[in-house]
């Protein structure tokens, strides 16, 4: 018997409520962190593990018998998605998942049988900005007794897992201006690393670091340079519009702990379609920094999208590995990037090693020498990503054992018209409006191969679709779409091997998995329902 059921079973027999689930023992320290799925039965952070590959060492559930997959139990939240998703990651230990949901609830659950132990609701404001209109998260950051969660009116909370109870409560920017805050922490040795949303509004990105304790902040690195600091120079000599210019950083990062980085995605500049106002490359919108994880200083950074006309984000799952690149081991960042490239680097220096398109985007085929796409036909003909982009906030997978980096891919054609936007505080500001081609739409789940940039196999989408991918080292490969089917594929040759209609569509969300009492699980957000799937017993 589990030590979960052995502290329920005589609250049941009592007929009284189990407020502490995990009151017998601590949670993961930071040792449990760094061995990421090193223990089968947990699932400690967004993606598995700090280096975001998303793929598990499970192999109960293989090609030969997914087919037997069956669901074993399923979550409704009661909750609202305003036309998105339930796009969190839940975290598993000792039998308990915690999960959160839009509109910033969260609950315990019991992994055995999806019933709740404790519930978060926040009390949000009526009035606000970005969190009104994309009122999602994507999930707990966990340390010890403690999880932490961002939220729509852009605070950070520490909660007591064992029973839900508030710990801390800090402010991280005035959600009136625009701001909000949407990720899932990322949970270091003594810090906890968020960013923030809002690029839309007269906001300024940030990537901030604080003490789990008591939410001190550590530090802050501002996305966007201050008059005079390096990067500056490719923005307008204007304080106003620096302080002003976006740049958000809403989605989750990954961490290297033997060179002590952190790489995060960087969020567009502000306005999205209208560049006048802000001529130059605009560092570091658009890119991927990697910071130093005790003083959050830029050690290296690589724009790639410069001077952002699309609102093509890059905030994107950085996933990291150690590959033999031309015959030498490298340690590698790589990024399936909104403009439709697919991005190879020296993680220890940020050198490009490879960029290749991965959809049929006639904006750019090729990259300079600098690593500047050449855009064509002045990035406004043919057929041109919409600002959704080739792929999205969606977490990719990478499997070691073929080298290949496998993620949803958009095909999408879209016209941009700029308009100088009318300019007000708490206000959205894209700078014009976007004409989809939607006769053009299409998705795909795309493998390819690190080294060259080539596809090896696709399995295509009726429609563009949201899902995020999971692989496991049994050889298989978890993905969603936007008609709400949850598949199996080989990892192989990208083979169907089995699929579950889930009723809603599966947005922003990847599955994860992990061991319970010798069982592999396999759970995925679809709607507003989680479901849990496993082999029969």
Sequence with gaps: MSKFLEQLLPALLAGVTLVSPLSAQDGPSYADLLKGFSNPDRWLTYSGDYSGKRHSPLQQITPENVSKLRPVWTFQTGTTTRGRGFETTPLADDGVLYVTGSNNNAWAIDAHTGRTFWRY??????????????????????????????????????????????????????????????LAPL??????????????????????????????QLWRFNTFPGPGEPGSETWPDDPEVLAAGGGGTWMNGSFDPELNLIFWGVGNPNPDYYGDARPGDNLYSNSLVAL?????????????????????????????????????????????????????????????????????????????????????????????????????????????????????????????????????????????????????????????????????????????????????????????????????????DGSHLWHYQTGSRIWGAAAMTFMLENRQ?????????????????
């Design 121 to 182: 609701r926040r009390n949000l404001p009526n009035d606000l900005t970005y969190g009104a209109s994309a009122p999602v998260n994507r999930g707990f950051g966990m340390l010890g007794n403690k999880l932490f969660m961002v939220t729509l009116d852009a605070h950070l909370l520490a909660f007591d897992r064992r029973n839900g109870d508030i710990l801390w409560d800090i402010e991280l920017a005035d959600y009136r201006v625009g701001y909000a805050a949407t």
């Design 187 to 216: 949970v270091l040795d003594g810090k906890v690393i968020v960013g923030i949303s809002g690029g839309e509004y007269r906001t300024r990105g940030f990537i901030d670091a604080y003490n789990p304790l008591n939410g001190e």
């Design 292 to 492: 130093d994880a005790d003083t959050g200083k830029l050690r290296w950074h690589y724009q790639f999208t410069p001077h952002d006309l699309n609102d093509w984000d890059s905030n994107h799952m950085p996933v990291l590995a150690e590959v033999n690149w031309q015959g030498r081991l490298r340690q590698v960042v790589m990024v399936g990037n909104r403009n439709g490239f697919f991005y190879v680097l020296d993680r220890v220096t940020g050198e490009l090693l490879l960029g290749e398109p991965f959809t049929a985007t006639s904006w750019a085929r090729e990259l300079d020498a600098d690593g500047r796409p050449i855009v064509l036909n002045d990035g406004s003909q043919g057929c041109v990503p919409d600002p959704w982009g080739s792929t999205n906030f969606m977490p990719p997978t990478f499997v070691p054992e073929q080298d290949l980096f496998i993620l949803t891919a958009r095909e999408t054609c879209a016209t941009y018209v700029p308009e100088k936007p009318a300019d007000a505080p708490g206000q959205s500001n894209f700078g014009g409006t976007v004409l989809i081609d939607a006769e053009q739409g299409r998705g795909a789940l795309r493998a390819l191969d690190i080294h060259t940039g080539n596809l090896v196999w696709e399995f295509s989408y009726p429609s563009p679709t949201f899902g995020g991918v999971l692989s496991t080292a049994s050889g298989l490969v978890f993905a969603g779409d936007h008609e709400g089917n949850f598949m199996a594929f080989n990892a192989d």
């Design 521 to 537: 699980l396999v759970l995925i957000p679809s709607g507003t329902t989680l479901t849990a799937f496993a082999l029969p017993e």
